[in-house]
Protein backbone atom coordinates (compact mmCIF):
# COMPACT_ATOMS: atom_id res chain seq x y z
CA UNK A 1 0.00 0.00 0.00
CA UNK A 2 1.76 3.56 -0.90
CA UNK A 3 2.17 5.47 2.45
CA UNK A 4 -0.42 8.13 2.84
CA UNK A 5 -3.11 6.17 0.88
CA UNK A 6 -5.81 4.15 2.11
CA UNK A 7 -4.97 2.60 -1.51
CA UNK A 8 -8.45 2.14 -2.50
CA UNK A 9 -11.76 3.85 -4.22
CA UNK A 10 -14.83 3.11 -5.02
CA UNK A 11 -16.91 3.27 -8.10
CA UNK A 12 -21.01 3.41 -6.64
CA UNK A 13 -23.90 3.27 -9.13
CA UNK A 14 -26.99 3.92 -7.46
CA UNK A 15 -29.51 3.12 -10.74
CA UNK A 16 -27.93 -0.73 -10.41
CA UNK A 17 -26.99 -1.07 -6.80
CA UNK A 18 -23.58 -1.76 -8.65
CA UNK A 19 -20.06 -1.47 -6.14
CA UNK A 20 -16.57 -1.57 -7.59
CA UNK A 21 -13.67 -1.43 -5.52
CA UNK A 22 -10.20 -0.30 -7.48
CA UNK A 23 -6.65 0.44 -6.41
CA UNK A 24 -5.66 3.89 -5.90
CA UNK A 25 -2.77 5.04 -8.58
CA UNK A 26 0.22 6.00 -7.26
CA UNK A 27 1.00 8.01 -9.91
CA UNK A 28 -1.89 9.89 -10.13
CA UNK A 29 -1.87 11.05 -6.73
CA UNK A 30 1.85 11.69 -7.27
CA UNK A 31 0.79 14.21 -10.23
CA UNK A 32 -2.24 15.57 -8.35
CA UNK A 33 -1.41 14.62 -4.83
CA UNK A 34 -5.22 13.65 -3.98
CA UNK A 35 -8.38 15.66 -2.66
CA UNK A 36 -9.58 18.13 -4.73
CA UNK A 37 -6.76 17.08 -7.69
CA UNK A 38 -7.70 13.99 -7.99
CA UNK A 39 -11.41 14.20 -7.60
CA UNK A 40 -10.84 16.87 -10.51
CA UNK A 41 -8.88 15.28 -12.68
CA UNK A 42 -11.90 11.75 -11.85
CA UNK A 43 -14.45 14.61 -13.53
CA UNK A 44 -12.71 16.07 -16.18
CA UNK A 45 -12.41 12.83 -18.07
CA UNK A 46 -15.58 11.33 -17.65
CA UNK A 47 -18.29 13.81 -17.66
CA UNK A 48 -18.95 15.45 -20.84
CA UNK A 49 -19.63 19.29 -20.37
CA UNK A 50 -23.21 19.04 -22.33
CA UNK A 51 -24.17 16.56 -19.06
CA UNK A 52 -27.24 18.13 -17.39
CA UNK A 53 -26.61 18.85 -13.27
CA UNK A 54 -29.28 16.44 -12.68
CA UNK A 55 -28.48 13.40 -15.22
CA UNK A 56 -27.48 10.01 -13.56
CA UNK A 57 -24.18 10.75 -15.31
CA UNK A 58 -23.24 13.73 -13.19
CA UNK A 59 -21.34 12.07 -10.58
CA UNK A 60 -20.37 13.21 -6.60
CA UNK A 61 -17.19 12.54 -6.07
CA UNK A 62 -15.48 12.40 -2.63
CA UNK A 63 -11.88 12.81 -2.49
CA UNK A 64 -10.26 12.67 0.78
CA UNK A 65 -6.96 14.86 0.72
CA UNK A 66 -3.32 13.09 0.30
CA UNK A 67 -2.27 13.89 4.52
CA UNK A 68 -6.06 13.47 5.84
CA UNK A 69 -6.01 11.33 8.73
CA UNK A 70 -2.21 11.56 9.06
CA UNK A 71 -0.02 13.43 11.94
CA UNK A 72 0.22 16.76 9.57
CA UNK A 73 -1.40 19.12 11.84
CA UNK A 74 -5.09 20.20 10.46
CA UNK A 75 -5.22 17.53 7.75
CA UNK A 76 -8.65 16.66 8.18
CA UNK A 77 -10.34 17.55 4.72
CA UNK A 78 -12.01 15.61 1.79
CA UNK A 79 -13.18 17.42 -1.64
CA UNK A 80 -16.46 16.62 -3.13
CA UNK A 81 -16.26 17.53 -6.81
CA UNK A 82 -19.48 17.78 -9.17
CA UNK A 83 -21.72 19.83 -11.40
CA UNK A 84 -23.59 22.82 -10.20
CA UNK A 85 -27.17 23.13 -10.81
CA UNK A 86 -27.15 26.79 -10.34
CA UNK A 87 -24.14 27.76 -12.62
CA UNK A 88 -23.92 24.60 -14.45
CA UNK A 89 -19.90 24.76 -13.63
CA UNK A 90 -17.56 22.50 -12.24
CA UNK A 91 -17.50 23.55 -8.64
CA UNK A 92 -16.26 21.66 -5.58
CA UNK A 93 -16.38 21.87 -1.70
CA UNK A 94 -13.61 21.12 0.78
CA UNK A 95 -15.72 19.19 4.20
CA UNK A 96 -13.46 19.78 6.92
CA UNK A 97 -14.56 17.51 10.87
CA UNK A 98 -13.84 14.09 10.74
CA UNK A 99 -15.23 12.36 7.99
CA UNK A 100 -12.37 12.53 5.59
CA UNK A 101 -9.97 10.74 7.88
CA UNK A 102 -12.68 8.11 8.69
CA UNK A 103 -13.09 7.69 5.14
CA UNK A 104 -9.22 6.45 4.75
CA UNK A 105 -9.25 4.74 7.90
CA UNK A 106 -12.05 2.21 6.36
CA UNK A 107 -9.69 1.93 3.26
CA UNK A 108 -10.36 4.69 0.98
CA UNK A 109 -9.29 7.29 -0.56
CA UNK A 110 -12.04 8.25 -3.28
CA UNK A 111 -15.71 7.41 -3.78
CA UNK A 112 -16.86 8.10 -6.76
CA UNK A 113 -20.73 7.84 -7.06
CA UNK A 114 -23.17 7.84 -10.51
CA UNK A 115 -26.62 7.17 -10.80
CA UNK A 116 -29.92 7.52 -9.02
CA UNK A 117 -32.10 5.28 -6.53
CA UNK A 118 -35.53 4.55 -7.09
CA UNK A 119 -36.40 4.81 -3.50
CA UNK A 120 -34.40 6.79 -0.48
CA UNK A 121 -31.11 5.22 0.32
CA UNK A 122 -27.95 5.72 2.22
CA UNK A 123 -24.15 4.60 1.79
CA UNK A 124 -22.52 2.06 4.53
CA UNK A 125 -19.38 1.99 4.65
CA UNK A 126 -17.19 -0.21 7.32
CA UNK A 127 -14.01 -1.44 6.49
CA UNK A 128 -14.60 -4.09 3.62
CA UNK A 129 -18.50 -3.66 4.31
CA UNK A 130 -20.06 -1.43 1.72
CA UNK A 131 -23.98 -1.54 1.59
CA UNK A 132 -26.64 0.59 0.05
CA UNK A 133 -29.13 0.75 2.69
CA UNK A 134 -33.08 1.63 2.92
CA UNK A 135 -33.50 5.60 4.11
CA UNK A 136 -36.98 6.00 3.47
CA UNK A 137 -36.98 6.15 7.43
CA UNK A 138 -35.38 8.97 6.80
CA UNK A 139 -36.28 11.38 4.29
CA UNK A 140 -38.16 14.33 5.28
CA UNK A 141 -35.99 14.58 8.60
CA UNK A 142 -33.56 17.57 9.37
CA UNK A 143 -30.01 16.89 9.59
CA UNK A 144 -29.95 16.32 13.22
CA UNK A 145 -32.39 13.85 13.63
CA UNK A 146 -31.52 12.39 10.83
CA UNK A 147 -28.24 11.63 12.59
CA UNK A 148 -28.75 11.06 15.69
CA UNK A 149 -30.89 8.10 14.23
CA UNK A 150 -28.52 6.56 12.28
CA UNK A 151 -26.21 7.11 15.57
CA UNK A 152 -28.44 4.98 17.39
CA UNK A 153 -28.72 2.13 15.12
CA UNK A 154 -25.26 2.19 14.43
CA UNK A 155 -24.31 1.87 18.04
CA UNK A 156 -21.73 0.90 19.25
CA UNK A 157 -19.46 2.00 16.37
CA UNK A 158 -18.90 5.75 16.57
CA UNK A 159 -19.83 6.45 13.03
CA UNK A 160 -18.81 9.21 10.86
CA UNK A 161 -21.81 10.98 8.48
CA UNK A 162 -22.40 12.83 5.76
CA UNK A 163 -26.61 13.71 5.34
CA UNK A 164 -28.89 15.94 3.24
CA UNK A 165 -31.23 18.04 5.16
CA UNK A 166 -35.16 18.66 2.91
CA UNK A 167 -33.37 21.46 1.05
CA UNK A 168 -31.31 19.14 -0.42
CA UNK A 169 -34.25 16.57 -0.80
CA UNK A 170 -35.83 19.02 -2.62
CA UNK A 171 -32.87 20.26 -4.52
CA UNK A 172 -32.82 23.76 -3.46
CA UNK A 173 -30.08 25.19 -5.00
CA UNK A 174 -28.94 26.70 -1.87
CA UNK A 175 -28.62 23.12 0.00
CA UNK A 176 -25.93 21.94 1.56
CA UNK A 177 -24.45 18.39 2.75
CA UNK A 178 -23.66 18.62 6.48
CA UNK A 179 -20.92 16.95 8.76
CA UNK A 180 -20.34 17.83 11.99
CA UNK A 181 -21.69 20.70 13.40
CA UNK A 182 -19.81 23.67 11.75
CA UNK A 183 -18.39 21.30 9.07
CA UNK A 184 -19.97 20.59 6.15
CA UNK A 185 -19.84 20.93 1.92
CA UNK A 186 -21.35 24.36 0.26
CA UNK A 187 -22.37 26.47 -2.27
CA UNK A 188 -24.05 26.35 -5.78
CA UNK A 189 -26.12 23.55 -5.12
CA UNK A 190 -23.99 20.13 -3.91
CA UNK A 191 -27.28 18.89 -1.74
CA UNK A 192 -29.33 19.40 -4.38
CA UNK A 193 -27.34 17.19 -6.42
CA UNK A 194 -27.40 14.57 -3.68
CA UNK A 195 -30.93 15.23 -2.71
CA UNK A 196 -31.99 14.42 -6.90
CA UNK A 197 -29.74 10.58 -6.35
CA UNK A 198 -31.74 10.27 -3.37
CA UNK A 199 -29.05 9.42 -1.84
CA UNK A 200 -29.68 10.85 1.82
CA UNK A 201 -26.53 9.71 3.70
CA UNK A 202 -23.10 8.56 4.22
CA UNK A 203 -21.94 7.08 7.02
CA UNK A 204 -18.31 5.89 7.44
CA UNK A 205 -16.41 3.51 9.85
CA UNK A 206 -12.88 2.65 9.55
CA UNK A 207 -10.47 0.55 12.11
CA UNK A 208 -7.50 0.37 9.55
CA UNK A 209 -4.07 2.47 10.10
CA UNK A 210 -2.59 5.06 7.77
CA UNK A 211 0.66 4.39 7.21
CA UNK A 212 3.07 6.82 6.46
CA UNK A 213 7.02 7.10 5.16
CA UNK A 214 8.88 8.48 7.95
CA UNK A 215 7.13 8.82 11.22
CA UNK A 216 10.36 10.70 12.87
CA UNK A 217 10.65 13.24 10.37
CA UNK A 218 7.10 13.87 10.33
CA UNK A 219 7.11 14.13 13.47
CA UNK A 220 9.56 16.61 14.00
CA UNK A 221 7.89 18.48 11.00
CA UNK A 222 4.81 18.81 12.56
CA UNK A 223 6.13 20.10 16.51
CA UNK A 224 8.06 22.58 14.13
CA UNK A 225 4.57 23.60 12.90
CA UNK A 226 2.91 23.44 16.17
CA UNK A 227 5.22 25.50 17.27
CA UNK A 228 4.50 28.46 15.38
CA UNK A 229 0.44 28.57 16.07
CA UNK A 230 0.55 30.95 19.21
CA UNK A 231 -0.40 34.19 17.28
CA UNK A 232 -3.28 31.82 14.91
CA UNK A 233 -4.54 30.69 17.57
CA UNK A 234 -4.36 33.97 19.84
CA UNK A 235 -6.75 35.42 17.09
CA UNK A 236 -9.32 32.55 17.04
CA UNK A 237 -9.70 32.66 20.45
CA UNK A 238 -10.42 35.89 21.15
CA UNK A 239 -12.81 35.43 17.83
CA UNK A 240 -15.69 37.28 17.28
CA UNK A 241 -14.65 39.91 19.79
CA UNK A 242 -11.66 42.29 18.97
CA UNK A 243 -10.48 40.65 16.08
CA UNK A 244 -13.92 40.53 14.43
CA UNK A 245 -14.69 44.09 15.21
CA UNK A 246 -13.63 45.36 11.63
CA UNK A 247 -15.96 42.62 9.75
CA UNK A 248 -19.13 43.82 11.95
CA UNK A 249 -18.62 46.89 9.84
CA UNK A 250 -18.53 45.57 6.59
CA UNK A 251 -21.95 46.14 4.75
CA UNK A 252 -23.74 43.70 2.89
CA UNK A 253 -23.08 44.41 -0.61
CA UNK A 254 -25.16 41.91 -2.51
CA UNK A 255 -28.88 42.61 -1.91
CA UNK A 256 -29.94 46.26 -1.02
CA UNK A 257 -27.78 49.22 -1.38
CA UNK A 258 -27.43 50.96 1.70
CA UNK A 259 -24.33 50.43 3.80
CA UNK A 260 -25.42 49.48 7.54
CA UNK A 261 -23.26 50.67 10.12
CA UNK A 262 -22.87 48.87 13.78
CA UNK A 263 -22.14 51.47 16.51
CA UNK A 264 -19.55 50.20 19.34
CA UNK A 265 -19.35 46.98 17.43
CA UNK A 266 -16.15 45.82 19.61
CA UNK A 267 -18.45 46.07 22.88
CA UNK A 268 -20.99 44.30 21.61
CA UNK A 269 -19.14 41.67 20.52
CA UNK A 270 -16.91 41.29 23.29
CA UNK A 271 -20.03 40.81 25.57
CA UNK A 272 -21.44 38.43 23.43
CA UNK A 273 -17.97 36.24 23.83
CA UNK A 274 -18.27 36.56 27.50
CA UNK A 275 -21.84 35.34 27.71
CA UNK A 276 -22.63 33.09 25.05
CA UNK A 277 -18.98 31.05 23.58
CA UNK A 278 -18.81 28.24 25.58
CA UNK A 279 -15.24 27.02 24.19
CA UNK A 280 -13.13 26.51 21.41
CA UNK A 281 -13.19 23.32 18.81
CA UNK A 282 -11.79 22.07 16.26
CA UNK A 283 -11.84 19.34 13.40
CA UNK A 284 -9.57 16.35 13.30
CA UNK A 285 -5.93 17.05 14.52
CA UNK A 286 -6.43 20.76 14.60
CA UNK A 287 -4.87 22.54 17.51
CA UNK A 288 -6.34 26.05 15.88
CA UNK A 289 -9.82 25.76 17.05
CA UNK A 290 -11.05 28.07 14.68
CA UNK A 291 -14.53 27.33 15.51
CA UNK A 292 -16.98 28.53 18.86
CA UNK A 293 -19.36 26.57 20.78
CA UNK A 294 -22.23 28.92 21.39
CA UNK A 295 -24.90 28.58 23.77
CA UNK A 296 -28.66 29.72 22.29
CA UNK A 297 -31.24 31.36 23.66
CA UNK A 298 -33.67 28.51 23.69
CA UNK A 299 -30.62 25.85 25.21
CA UNK A 300 -29.30 24.46 22.06
CA UNK A 301 -25.80 24.87 20.84
CA UNK A 302 -24.17 25.64 17.80
CA UNK A 303 -21.09 25.57 16.53
CA UNK A 304 -20.14 28.38 14.18
CA UNK A 305 -16.70 30.07 12.48
CA UNK A 306 -15.64 32.72 10.70
CA UNK A 307 -18.74 35.12 8.89
CA UNK A 308 -21.12 32.32 9.73
CA UNK A 309 -21.53 35.01 12.35
CA UNK A 310 -22.27 37.83 10.50
CA UNK A 311 -24.31 36.73 7.40
CA UNK A 312 -27.88 37.23 8.66
CA UNK A 313 -27.32 40.52 10.66
CA UNK A 314 -26.21 42.24 7.17
CA UNK A 315 -28.92 40.45 4.77
CA UNK A 316 -31.42 41.88 7.27
CA UNK A 317 -30.48 44.53 9.06
CA UNK A 318 -30.17 43.42 12.46
CA UNK A 319 -27.38 44.24 15.16
CA UNK A 320 -27.97 40.72 17.44
CA UNK A 321 -25.26 38.13 16.92
CA UNK A 322 -27.74 35.89 18.65
CA UNK A 323 -30.49 36.05 15.91
CA UNK A 324 -27.15 35.40 13.28
CA UNK A 325 -26.39 32.51 15.31
CA UNK A 326 -29.81 31.23 15.46
CA UNK A 327 -30.45 31.67 11.62
CA UNK A 328 -26.88 30.05 10.83
CA UNK A 329 -28.25 26.58 13.24
CA UNK A 330 -31.50 26.70 11.42
CA UNK A 331 -29.88 26.63 8.11
CA UNK A 332 -27.31 24.14 9.47
CA UNK A 333 -30.51 21.59 10.30
CA UNK A 334 -32.74 22.21 7.11
CA UNK A 335 -29.05 21.28 5.29
CA UNK A 336 -28.66 25.12 3.41
CA UNK A 337 -26.08 27.22 2.48
CA UNK A 338 -25.90 29.92 4.68
CA UNK A 339 -24.47 32.43 2.17
CA UNK A 340 -26.69 31.97 -0.19
CA UNK A 341 -29.94 31.71 2.16
CA UNK A 342 -28.63 34.56 3.77
CA UNK A 343 -28.42 36.71 0.67
CA UNK A 344 -31.72 35.36 -0.98
CA UNK A 345 -33.53 35.92 2.48
CA UNK A 346 -32.19 39.62 2.05
CA UNK A 347 -32.94 39.96 -1.75
CA UNK A 348 -36.69 39.08 -1.11
CA UNK A 349 -37.08 41.85 1.78
CA UNK A 350 -35.35 44.50 -0.45
CA UNK A 351 -37.67 43.54 -3.24
CA UNK A 352 -40.58 43.35 -1.03
CA UNK A 353 -39.59 46.99 0.30
CA UNK A 354 -39.32 47.85 -3.22
CA UNK A 355 -43.10 46.57 -4.19
CA UNK A 356 -41.87 44.20 -6.52
CA UNK A 357 -43.38 41.30 -4.63
CA UNK A 358 -45.71 41.97 -2.43
CA UNK A 359 -47.81 38.90 0.78
CA UNK A 360 -49.64 37.71 -2.43
CA UNK A 361 -45.87 36.43 -3.19
CA UNK A 362 -45.10 35.26 0.40
CA UNK A 363 -47.83 33.58 1.52
CA UNK A 364 -49.03 36.18 3.63
CA UNK A 365 -46.27 36.92 5.08
CA UNK A 366 -44.88 40.44 5.89
CA UNK A 367 -41.17 41.23 5.05
CA UNK A 368 -39.32 44.52 6.65
CA UNK A 369 -36.03 44.87 7.52
CA UNK A 370 -35.11 43.71 11.25
CA UNK A 371 -37.88 41.40 11.40
CA UNK A 372 -36.29 37.85 13.39
CA UNK A 373 -39.69 36.23 12.62
CA UNK A 374 -39.99 37.16 8.73
CA UNK A 375 -36.15 35.98 8.80
CA UNK A 376 -36.85 32.27 10.38
CA UNK A 377 -39.72 32.05 8.20
CA UNK A 378 -38.12 32.43 5.10
CA UNK A 379 -35.37 30.24 6.03
CA UNK A 380 -37.85 27.28 5.92
CA UNK A 381 -40.17 28.57 2.97
CA UNK A 382 -36.76 27.84 1.09
CA UNK A 383 -35.89 24.86 2.18
CA UNK A 384 -38.94 23.54 1.91
CA UNK A 385 -39.91 25.29 -1.47
CA UNK A 386 -43.20 27.17 0.05
CA UNK A 387 -44.53 30.36 -1.74
CA UNK A 388 -41.38 32.32 -2.51
CA UNK A 389 -39.60 30.12 -0.96
CA UNK A 390 -39.99 27.48 -4.11
CA UNK A 391 -38.96 30.70 -6.42
CA UNK A 392 -35.70 31.51 -3.79
CA UNK A 393 -35.30 28.21 -4.28
CA UNK A 394 -33.63 28.22 -8.12
CA UNK A 395 -31.27 31.19 -6.96
CA UNK A 396 -31.32 34.72 -7.48
CA UNK A 397 -30.63 34.86 -10.70
CA UNK A 398 -33.48 32.62 -12.39
CA UNK A 399 -35.52 34.04 -8.94
CA UNK A 400 -35.29 37.00 -10.48
CA UNK A 401 -36.53 35.94 -13.74
CA UNK A 402 -38.99 34.48 -12.47
CA UNK A 403 -40.38 36.99 -10.23
CA UNK A 404 -39.75 39.75 -13.03
CA UNK A 405 -40.63 43.57 -12.67
CA UNK A 406 -37.36 44.62 -12.68
CA UNK A 407 -35.92 42.24 -9.89
CA UNK A 408 -33.05 41.33 -12.18
CA UNK A 409 -31.98 45.18 -11.62
CA UNK A 410 -31.60 43.77 -7.81
CA UNK A 411 -29.57 40.45 -8.34
CA UNK A 412 -26.23 40.34 -7.39
CA UNK A 413 -24.54 37.51 -8.86
CA UNK A 414 -21.00 35.97 -10.09
CA UNK A 415 -21.32 33.23 -12.24
CA UNK A 416 -24.87 32.61 -11.13
CA UNK A 417 -24.21 32.07 -7.76
CA UNK A 418 -25.07 35.16 -4.81
CA UNK A 419 -21.96 36.46 -3.40
CA UNK A 420 -20.08 36.67 0.02
CA UNK A 421 -21.14 39.45 2.41
CA UNK A 422 -17.82 41.39 2.05
CA UNK A 423 -17.82 45.04 1.18
CA UNK A 424 -15.44 44.72 -2.79
CA UNK A 425 -12.31 46.17 -3.19
CA UNK A 426 -9.97 45.26 -6.11
CA UNK A 427 -8.76 42.37 -4.40
CA UNK A 428 -11.59 40.40 -3.27
CA UNK A 429 -13.17 41.90 -7.18
CA UNK A 430 -10.67 40.16 -8.87
CA UNK A 431 -10.69 36.95 -6.96
CA UNK A 432 -14.46 36.63 -7.06
CA UNK A 433 -14.64 36.99 -10.74
CA UNK A 434 -12.10 34.71 -11.99
CA UNK A 435 -12.99 31.75 -10.08
CA UNK A 436 -15.79 29.03 -10.61
CA UNK A 437 -17.76 30.63 -7.24
CA UNK A 438 -17.14 33.99 -5.79
CA UNK A 439 -15.67 32.65 -2.79
CA UNK A 440 -13.30 34.47 -0.96
CA UNK A 441 -12.87 32.36 1.70
CA UNK A 442 -10.89 30.03 -0.96
CA UNK A 443 -8.70 32.92 -2.06
CA UNK A 444 -7.82 35.02 1.34
CA UNK A 445 -3.98 35.91 1.58
CA UNK A 446 -2.21 38.59 3.65
CA UNK A 447 -3.40 41.16 1.83
CA UNK A 448 -6.09 42.24 4.30
CA UNK A 449 -8.11 45.51 4.81
CA UNK A 450 -6.38 48.39 5.89
CA UNK A 451 -6.53 49.50 9.49
CA UNK A 452 -6.37 46.46 10.91
CA UNK A 453 -3.13 47.42 12.11
CA UNK A 454 -0.59 45.80 10.02
CA UNK A 455 1.52 46.78 7.23
CA UNK A 456 3.79 48.90 9.34
CA UNK A 457 7.21 48.63 8.56
CA UNK A 458 7.67 47.56 11.74
CA UNK A 459 5.16 45.21 11.33
CA UNK A 460 6.18 44.04 7.84
CA UNK A 461 10.08 43.18 8.93
CA UNK A 462 8.74 41.64 11.63
CA UNK A 463 6.33 39.60 10.01
CA UNK A 464 9.20 38.18 7.49
CA UNK A 465 11.87 37.40 10.49
CA UNK A 466 9.35 35.90 12.40
CA UNK A 467 9.09 33.02 9.67
CA UNK A 468 5.02 34.06 8.41
CA UNK A 469 5.65 35.03 5.15
CA UNK A 470 4.26 32.55 2.60
CA UNK A 471 4.69 33.72 -1.05
CA UNK A 472 7.60 33.40 -3.67
CA UNK A 473 11.46 35.60 -2.39
CA UNK A 474 10.36 37.40 -5.49
CA UNK A 475 7.62 39.12 -4.05
CA UNK A 476 8.89 40.06 -1.05
CA UNK A 477 10.46 43.06 -2.43
CA UNK A 478 6.79 44.55 -3.51
CA UNK A 479 5.81 43.38 -0.09
CA UNK A 480 8.39 45.39 1.91
CA UNK A 481 8.06 48.24 -0.17
CA UNK A 482 5.28 50.72 -0.05
CA UNK A 483 1.96 49.00 -0.60
CA UNK A 484 -1.53 50.92 -0.87
CA UNK A 485 -3.57 48.61 0.82
CA UNK A 486 -5.97 46.24 -1.17
CA UNK A 487 -8.66 49.24 -1.32
CA UNK A 488 -6.30 50.68 -3.82
CA UNK A 489 -3.34 48.84 -5.23
CA UNK A 490 -4.99 47.36 -8.72
CA UNK A 491 -0.94 46.32 -9.69
CA UNK A 492 0.61 44.67 -6.49
CA UNK A 493 -2.15 42.52 -5.63
CA UNK A 494 -2.30 40.24 -8.89
CA UNK A 495 1.12 37.83 -8.47
CA UNK A 496 0.40 37.79 -4.74
CA UNK A 497 -3.63 36.74 -5.90
CA UNK A 498 -2.39 33.76 -8.22
CA UNK A 499 -0.25 32.79 -5.78
CA UNK A 500 -2.99 32.36 -3.13
CA UNK A 501 -5.34 30.54 -5.10
CA UNK A 502 -2.20 28.05 -6.02
CA UNK A 503 -1.68 27.98 -2.33
CA UNK A 504 -5.05 26.76 -1.38
CA UNK A 505 -5.39 24.90 -3.91
CA UNK A 506 -2.32 22.81 -3.39
CA UNK A 507 -3.84 22.60 0.38
CA UNK A 508 -7.28 21.51 -1.26
CA UNK A 509 -4.97 18.72 -2.77
CA UNK A 510 -3.56 17.71 0.09
CA UNK A 511 -6.72 18.11 2.71
CA UNK A 512 -4.53 20.50 4.85
CA UNK A 513 -7.22 22.88 5.85
CA UNK A 514 -5.95 26.78 4.57
CA UNK A 515 -6.23 28.31 8.09
CA UNK A 516 -2.86 26.60 8.33
CA UNK A 517 -1.75 27.25 4.91
CA UNK A 518 -2.84 30.59 3.59
CA UNK A 519 -5.93 32.41 5.03
CA UNK A 520 -4.97 34.70 7.15
CA UNK A 521 -1.48 36.31 8.41
CA UNK A 522 -0.02 34.06 10.44
CA UNK A 523 -0.85 31.08 9.19
CA UNK A 524 1.95 28.29 10.44
CA UNK A 525 2.33 26.06 7.66
CA UNK A 526 4.67 27.73 5.27
CA UNK A 527 5.40 25.94 1.49
CA UNK A 528 8.10 24.57 2.88
CA UNK A 529 6.46 22.93 5.44
CA UNK A 530 4.00 22.11 3.19
CA UNK A 531 6.37 19.94 0.65
CA UNK A 532 8.08 18.16 4.03
CA UNK A 533 4.99 16.53 5.19
CA UNK A 534 4.16 15.38 1.47
CA UNK A 535 7.56 14.05 1.33
CA UNK A 536 7.78 12.66 5.08
CA UNK A 537 4.24 11.80 5.24
CA UNK A 538 3.28 10.12 1.63
CA UNK A 539 7.28 9.19 0.52
CA UNK A 540 6.83 11.52 -2.37
CA UNK A 541 10.29 13.62 -3.04
CA UNK A 542 8.59 16.83 -3.60
CA UNK A 543 10.13 20.27 -4.65
CA UNK A 544 7.76 23.52 -4.94
CA UNK A 545 7.58 23.53 -8.73
CA UNK A 546 6.05 19.83 -8.47
CA UNK A 547 3.78 20.68 -5.47
CA UNK A 548 2.60 24.04 -7.45
CA UNK A 549 2.15 22.31 -10.87
CA UNK A 550 -0.10 20.00 -8.78
CA UNK A 551 -2.05 22.93 -7.60
CA UNK A 552 -2.29 24.51 -11.26
CA UNK A 553 -3.30 21.32 -12.94
CA UNK A 554 -6.32 21.80 -10.60
CA UNK A 555 -7.58 24.93 -11.14
CA UNK A 556 -6.36 24.65 -14.82
CA UNK A 557 -8.79 21.91 -15.13
CA UNK A 558 -11.54 23.24 -13.35
CA UNK A 559 -11.49 26.19 -15.97
CA UNK A 560 -11.43 24.00 -18.94
CA UNK A 561 -13.74 21.93 -18.17
CA UNK A 562 -15.91 25.63 -17.29
CA UNK A 563 -14.45 27.19 -20.98
CA UNK A 564 -16.25 24.18 -22.69
CA UNK A 565 -19.28 24.46 -20.91
CA UNK A 566 -19.68 28.45 -21.97
CA UNK A 567 -17.38 30.33 -19.41
CA UNK A 568 -15.11 33.39 -21.01
CA UNK A 569 -13.97 36.68 -20.19
CA UNK A 570 -17.73 38.29 -20.15
CA UNK A 571 -18.22 36.19 -17.38
CA UNK A 572 -15.07 37.26 -14.83
CA UNK A 573 -16.31 40.05 -13.42
CA UNK A 574 -18.99 41.74 -10.76
CA UNK A 575 -22.13 43.45 -10.71
CA UNK A 576 -21.87 46.40 -12.57
CA UNK A 577 -23.15 48.37 -9.61
CA UNK A 578 -19.69 48.49 -8.11
CA UNK A 579 -18.09 50.13 -11.26
CA UNK A 580 -20.77 53.12 -10.44
CA UNK A 581 -20.88 53.58 -6.55
CA UNK A 582 -18.87 52.09 -3.20
CA UNK A 583 -19.50 49.05 -1.42
CA UNK A 584 -19.20 50.39 1.82
CA UNK A 585 -19.06 53.68 3.47
CA UNK A 586 -15.17 53.61 3.55
CA UNK A 587 -14.85 51.56 0.28
CA UNK A 588 -13.95 53.39 -3.22
CA UNK A 589 -15.81 52.59 -6.49
CA UNK A 590 -13.66 49.73 -8.34
CA UNK A 591 -12.23 51.36 -11.38
CA UNK A 592 -13.25 49.68 -14.46
CA UNK A 593 -10.28 50.09 -16.29
CA UNK A 594 -7.73 49.58 -14.19
CA UNK A 595 -10.32 46.12 -13.05
CA UNK A 596 -9.78 44.78 -16.64
CA UNK A 597 -6.22 45.68 -16.91
CA UNK A 598 -5.74 43.59 -13.70
CA UNK A 599 -7.73 40.52 -14.96
CA UNK A 600 -5.51 40.94 -18.06
CA UNK A 601 -2.48 40.05 -15.75
CA UNK A 602 -4.04 37.52 -14.14
CA UNK A 603 -4.51 35.33 -17.10
CA UNK A 604 -0.91 35.88 -18.09
CA UNK A 605 0.00 34.71 -15.78
CA UNK A 606 -1.94 31.90 -14.87
CA UNK A 607 -0.78 30.97 -18.85
CA UNK A 608 -4.71 31.77 -20.17
CA UNK A 609 -5.22 33.84 -23.35
CA UNK A 610 -6.61 36.94 -23.49
CA UNK A 611 -10.31 35.36 -23.46
CA UNK A 612 -9.70 33.63 -20.23
CA UNK A 613 -9.24 29.88 -22.17
CA UNK A 614 -6.27 27.72 -20.80
CA UNK A 615 -3.17 28.13 -23.22
CA UNK A 616 -1.81 24.87 -25.54
CA UNK A 617 1.15 25.76 -24.39
CA UNK A 618 0.43 26.34 -20.48
CA UNK A 619 -1.55 22.72 -20.49
CA UNK A 620 1.02 20.70 -22.64
CA UNK A 621 3.94 22.26 -20.05
CA UNK A 622 1.35 20.95 -17.02
CA UNK A 623 1.45 17.28 -18.73
CA UNK A 624 -2.53 18.22 -19.83
CA UNK A 625 -2.53 17.21 -23.48
CA UNK A 626 -5.77 15.41 -22.99
CA UNK A 627 -7.21 18.63 -21.77
CA UNK A 628 -5.89 20.63 -24.99
CA UNK A 629 -7.48 17.83 -27.31
CA UNK A 630 -10.86 18.51 -25.59
CA UNK A 631 -10.36 21.80 -26.56
CA UNK A 632 -9.61 21.77 -29.79
CA UNK A 633 -12.10 19.42 -30.35
CA UNK A 634 -14.73 22.02 -29.27
CA UNK A 635 -13.57 24.63 -31.20
CA UNK A 636 -12.19 26.67 -28.66
CA UNK A 637 -8.48 26.84 -29.10
Known amino acids: MPFGLAGKGLEIDLSSGRVVRINSDPDQFEKFLGGRGIATKMFVDRVSPETDPFAPDNPLIFSAGLLSGTLAPGANRTALVTRSPQTGLLTYST ?28 LFIRDDLIELRDASHLWGKCVREAGQILGAEHKPLNIQVLCIGPAGEKKVFASSIEHAMGAGAHRAGVGAVMGHKKLKAIV ?19 DHINSKTGPIRDY ?118 K ?39 YGVVEASRKIGKGAEEHAYHVKKLEPIPYTIDPYSALLSSVGDKPDQTRSEGFIASEGLEYYSPEWRENYVKDGFFSYPKA ?65 MPMDEEKAMNAAKCTGIMTRAFNAMAGISRRD ?55 IRLKLEQKGIL
Open 95 to 122: IGGFWGPELKRAGYDTIFIAGIAETPIY
Open 204 to 222: VHGTRDILVANPAELKKTC
Open 236 to 353: WRDWPAKNGAWLFNEAMHGNYEEAVIFEDDEEILTNFNKASKMRSAGCFNCGIGCKSVIALPEGRYATVKCMSYFNFMFAVKICDIHFSVRCFELCENYGLDVVSTAYLTGFAIDLYQ
Open 355 to 393: GIITRADTGGLELNWGDRQAAYSLIEKIARREDIGDILA
Open 475 to 539: LKPDFESDYEGRDHDYEKIVPFASYDVDKNSLADCTGVCIYWTGFWQYNPILVEDHLKLIEYAAG
Open 572 to 626: DTIHKRFFEKPSGAQKPIIDRERFDAMVSRYYSMRGWNEDGIPSAEELDRLGLED
